[in-house]
């Protein structure tokens, strides 16, 4: 008899299809993470916020990521390379047939793009596995160790990505980077639409305020079928003794208002997503409630779109 990892069986139980039928030849999204960089609760965090899920693993959190799976070829693709990158491909791996046709890496900040390090010949060994990158991400790559060892040995093949140009992964899917402004210390920062057979999605895990992207929230809300936007803070305050103004993500709150006059039908395509460990939202409570009562939803882990 085998026996699953406890944090596998949670998430299978959590991955609910069947509202969506047989998926076996068709394209879908999967919520692999929903955590900020470092997951929840957080290394070292002994505060209220972590206390509790220490000693429960229900409660775990994974590091924001998606999956593309196409199912009729067999293939999947992550956005973002995660520190749980061994937990996240086991899952989808565990529940399809399918292998890892690629990586789409959206900056280089820990949470993002550390979970290459499982391609390595230290761990899978893998072969010129696809890593899509901006042209600073993929310097930073090939410059830096140990990930430029990942490139000398062939673990992993950089592909170089521009602004707004896509790249098709089938003839009717197709994935196309756009950037947005953030802390750019050592890459650019792009989010990505997600073009599939039925619907398109966007997915903004990292970004600072929206006022400073020179495109609409709205508009682009509208445009899609499913937004993953970020979600790190809910609001000001929220890390007691530290200026917020020196992590400017666009808070919760502030990011409702500017969808506030939205129909129904619009508010419910945004799934927030990358919460900080500090975040209300990732525990039950009036935080919660009051985001999913104003017709916002939140990102959680297995959560499945057919696409």
């Not at 791996?93 to 292998?99: D, F, L, T």
């Not at 896509?166 to 990505?192: A, K, N």
């Amino acid at each position: 008899m085998v026996r699953l990892p406890v944090y596998l069986l949670l998430l299978l139980a959590q991955l609910d299809t069947s509202e969506h039928g047989d998926l076996s030849d068709s394209g879908f999204l999967v919520v692999l993470g929903i955590a900020q960089d470092a997951g929840y609760p957080q290394a070292q965090c002994k505060r209220s916020c972590c206390e509790a899920a220490w000693n429960q693993p229900e409660n775990h959190r994974m590091v924001s990521c998606l999956a593309y799976v196409d199912n009729a070829q067999k293939e999947y693709w992550l956005f973002d390379a995660t520190p749980d990158f061994k937990k996240q491909t086991h899952l989808i791996e565990s529940r399809w047939e399918v292998k890892l046709a690629g990586v789409f890496l959206t900056h280089a900040h820990i949470g993002h793009y550390t979970g290459l390090i499982h391609l390595g010949r230290e761990v899978t060994g893998s072969n010129e596995v696809p890593v899509y990158a901006m042209p600073r991400m993929k310097a930073f790559l090939e410059s830096n160790g140990p990930w430029d060892q990942l490139v000398r040995l062939k673990n992993i093949q950089l592909i170089e990505l521009r602004p707004d140009s896509s790249v098709y992964l089938s003839p009717d899917t197709w994935v196309t980077p756009f950037e947005v402004p953030h802390r750019d210390e050592y890459s650019e920062t792009v989010g990505y639409r997600i073009n599939g057979a039925d619907k398109q999605s966007i997915f903004i895990p990292d970004i600072d305020k929206w006022q400073k992207w020179e495109r609409d929230l709205v508009q682009e809300v509208q445009s899609v079928d499913l937004a993953f936007i970020d979600g790190s803070f809910m609001k000001d305050g929220e890390i007691k003794g530290r200026d917020m103004a020196s992590i400017p993500h666009p808070f919760i709150v502030e990011s409702m208002a500017l969808l506030n006059d939205l129909p129904s039908v619009e508010k419910e395509k945004v799934h927030f997503i990358h919460f900080n460990h500090t975040n209300p939202i990732l525990q039950e409570g009036i935080e919660k409630d009051s985001v999913l009562n104003q017709g916002f939803n939140i990102a959680e882990e297995g959560m499945v779109f057919r696409f």
